[in-house]
């Protein structure tokens, strides 16, 4: 099994920043793929980015977000620049086992979950 557990989530204005972390625990390696995926009121699942040995963002972030790693491997970071009203979500730090098969931009491909972490972004 495998412990997720995010941090950082808070309200920022428009064109602020946060930085979020997922602590990674349990029985992982280096290789566990990670990502971050959001769920807006009323909205379905989003994915926003993941890293493996490459990263992945959605379109909606790229260039704002930015995903890493520690060298550990262990901890997964997001940083969110140039926020907007359109960012407020719950995002969820999410994980799989490297031999799991599938497109990594995909929320129902990853197997563990975090908890949760509120990010509200005022306009």
């Known amino acids: 099994q495998v412990q997720l557990v995010e941090s950082g989530g808070g309200l920022v204005q428009a064109g602020g920043s946060l930085r979020l972390s997922c602590a990674a625990s349990?029985?992982?390696?280096?290789?566990?793929?990670m990502g971050w995926v959001r769920q807006a009121p009323g909205k379905e699942r989003a994915f926003v980015g993941a890293?493996?040995?490459?990263?992945y963002y959605a379109d909606s972030v790229k260039g704002r977000f930015t995903i890493s790693r520690d060298n550990a491997g262990n901890t997964v970071y997001l940083q969110m620049n140039s926020l907007r009203p359109e960012d407020t979500a719950v995002y969820y730090c999410?994980?799989?086992?490297?031999?799991?098969?599938?497109?990594?931009?995909?929320?129902?491909?990853?197997?563990?979950w975090g908890q949760g972490t509120q990010v509200t972004v005022s306009s």
């Open positions: 890293i493996t040995w490459t990263t």
């Open positions: 999410a994980a799989r086992r490297s031999t799991v098969v599938g497109d990594p931009t995909i929320p129902q491909k990853y197997e563990y």
């Open positions: 349990g029985r992982i390696d280096s290789s566990i793929v």
